[in-house]
């Protein structure tokens, strides 16, 4: 065994690594914006805002668009006051698209162009929500790398549920038109030459359309990697989501050896057997009717007593 040649605690100007307790981990819809209103409650900033100036990294791991993360998440912990020197990273889109903010707003967008669905197909997607489905739903114009369509707010869900079913079987014949091999849940229609290259991902407010190299497990590699890139190691992470595919978060971080537990705020569709604990809001003595930003919100309030005090 060999001794650091210059421990970082006797070299001067050099700051020892960082290991907070702790580490975010944050699916945005769901968890922390209310899938009803889009918007995100005032505490719930507060408590981002509380945690992140005692420390603790909050990440955010979002399908959604850095538009969305700016104007929903950033904006109003600015306006509450980051410190600073404190730095906030949002992963979107699933991992195409990255970006971190401080007090003094955003820094540069960074886009990953191989993950992005071909432009000729997002363009025939919007034309057919247009002609078609355009009382249901709208095309997100602010996506960088994927396709998503989304409910419109005063749809009642139900309604925007049966007719995202035949949005969701249209959009896939289009792929097919396109020569691009598409997957949804257990439908495959792979390419001419057997290959799958994209998959449609339902949501309860949205469809995604996006490349399979996309997920929740990239944002995770991606928010380690901007994390150590400040020398920040966190000693144990949560992550918080309120669909299957969040746990992919927690299932990168424990597979690489980061100490996890996973939040599921949604936990309707049934807990998974998983090698890492799952938590739910009744493991705050909350009611299982407690659920999205109110259990989210409940975990953050929790995470920030005992981290902040
Ligand atoms: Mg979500």
Request: include cysteine.
């Amino acid at each position: 065994m060999t001794a650091p040649e210059f421990p970082a605690s006797t070299t001067p100007g050099v700051r020892l690594p960082s290991t907070p307790p702790l580490a975010l981990l944050l699916d945005v819809d769901g968890p922390v914006a209310s899938p009803v209103t889009r918007d995100v409650k005032p505490g719930i900033i507060a408590d981002l805002v509380a945690l992140a100036t005692a420390g603790i990294p909050v990440v955010f791991n979002t399908g959604r668009s850095d538009a969305f993360i700016r104007e929903q998440v950033m904006e109003p912990m600015i306006a509450a006051g980051i410190p600073a020197g404190t730095v906030i990273h949002a992963i979107c889109e699933k991992g195409a698209v990255w970006f971190s903010y401080t007090a003094a707003g955003p820094g540069p967008i960074h886009v990953d162009h191989e993950l992005a669905v071909p432009k000729a197909y997002g363009d025939d997607v919007r034309r057919l929500v247009a002609e078609d489905y355009s009382r249901h739903m709208f095309f997100d114009e602010t996506k960088r790398a994927m396709v998503s369509v989304e409910q419109h707010i005063e749809v009642p869900s139900a309604d925007y549920l049966a007719e995202q079913k035949l949005f969701d079987s249209d959009a896939m014949d289009l792929m097919t038109r396109h020569g691009m091999g598409v997957v949804r849940l257990e439908h495959h229609a792979p390419n001419s030459d057997d290959e799958v290259d994209y998959r449609v991902d339902p949501t309860i407010i949205s469809t995604d359309i996006e490349s399979v190299r996309l997920g929740k497990d990239l944002g995770a590699s991606r928010a380690v990697e901007l994390l150590a890139a400040q020398g920040i190691t966190p000693l144990a992470w949560r992550t918080v989501g309120d669909s299957r595919t969040d746990y992919a978060m927690a299932d990168w971080l424990h597979h690489n050896d980061h100490p996890v537990k996973h939040v599921d705020v949604r936990p309707a569709d049934g807990v998974p057997v998983k090698p890492y604990d799952v938590l739910t809001a009744t493991d705050l003595g909350l009611g299982e009717d407690v659920i999205h930003d109110d259990a989210g919100g409940a975990y953050l309030r929790s995470w920030r007593e005992a981290m902040v005090g």
